[in-house]
């Protein structure tokens, strides 16, 4: 964990769930921590029960708000000059079907998962590029590689990071641009709770799948494990992860389950 010692490291979702334990983790290894969220009072909190809170920084953004994601950027480029890694992890799911949903929701789903990070990455790669690279996390889901139902707007924006950042990845490695691409199964976190409904408002129940899935702490440190290692794409569950090997090579079986989900 010495290598995180004085990395800048930027922690979007920061004030919950897989974002607040990766901020833990981080902190226990020196890392500096500029956490975001909107919501300040849980990003101090978190910062409170940071090992070295004093080496971290709490700045609150809305996700869905490009001039308020553009501002933040600059902040942190003018405080810092550059970010040693980005993690794209704030985000918000969906319990909705295909032909109920507003498209509305489709695009603010759209606005949080994928662009948000698309705009923070623009912003930073040319400051990462200049000082001799950088790493960028993104927190996708295994939904970002298979369809599943009540998942639709989510499912997609989860999809669309991974040409996004492979492409990153492509043109960009050989000036020092690193990229993980982690796709969580289910976590044990409050993103349930918070994921969309047809109108978009919240779900606010807590699903049987995350109740009884890993620990976020669990999660955080799987996520910079795979970070340490430099790994571009990683799984992390249980056997919640069998789905993404079978639509890679028993696509039938996976149309065939995918097919029996009771959407509701
Ligand atoms: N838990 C799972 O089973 C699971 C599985 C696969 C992938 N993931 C992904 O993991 C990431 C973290 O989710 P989580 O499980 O930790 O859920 P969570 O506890 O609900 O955390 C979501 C985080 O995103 C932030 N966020 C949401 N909307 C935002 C907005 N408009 N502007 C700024 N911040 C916003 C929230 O902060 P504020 O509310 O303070 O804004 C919160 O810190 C998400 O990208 C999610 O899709 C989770």
């Not at 004093?54 to 996700?63: G, I, N, Y």
């Not at 480029?77 to 509305?104: A, C, H, K, P, Y």
Request: proline share 3%; net charge positive.
């Amino acid at each position: 964990m010495k290598r995180f010692a004085n990395k800048i490291i930027w922690i979007t979702g920061a004030s919950s769930g897989i974002g607040e334990a990766l901020a833990y983790e981080w902190s226990k290894a020196g890392a500096r921590l500029i956490l975001s969220g909107r919501r300040l009072g849980e990003l101090e909190r978190v910062k409170a029960a940071c090992m070295y809170s004093e080496l971290c920084v709490t700045l609150p953004f809305d996700l869905a708000d490009r001039q308020q994601i553009e501002t933040a950027a600059d902040r942190v480029l003018q405080q810092f000059g550059t970010v040693d890694i980005l993690v794209n992890n704030g985000g918000i799911s969906q319990r909705s079907l295909v032909m109920e949903t507003d498209l509305q929701v489709d695009r603010r789903i759209m606005e949080v998962d994928y662009f948000s990070g698309v705009t923070l990455a623009k912003k930073l790669l040319p400051a990462m590029t200049a000082t001799g690279g950088g790493h960028i996390v993104v927190i996708s889901s295994i939904v970002g590689k298979f369809g599943f139902p009540l998942r639709s707007a989510y499912s997609a924006a989860k999809h669309a990071l991974h040409g996004f950042y492979e492409s990153v990845w492509a043109e960009l490695h050989t000036q020092g641009i690193r990229v993980t691409i982690v796709c969580p199964g289910r976590i044990l976190t409050d993103v349930s709770l918070h994921a969309l409904t047809k109108d978009g408002t919240p779900y606010g129940i807590m699903d049987h799948g995350q109740k009884n899935g890993i620990t976020a702490a669990s999660c955080a440190r799987k996520i910079i494990k795979a970070v340490r290692s430099n790994k571009k794409e990683t799984y992390i569950g249980r056997q919640d992860l069998l789905m993404v090997y079978f639509k890679r090579y028993v696509p039938w079986l996976y149309y065939l389950l995918v097919s029996r989900v009771q959407p509701r």
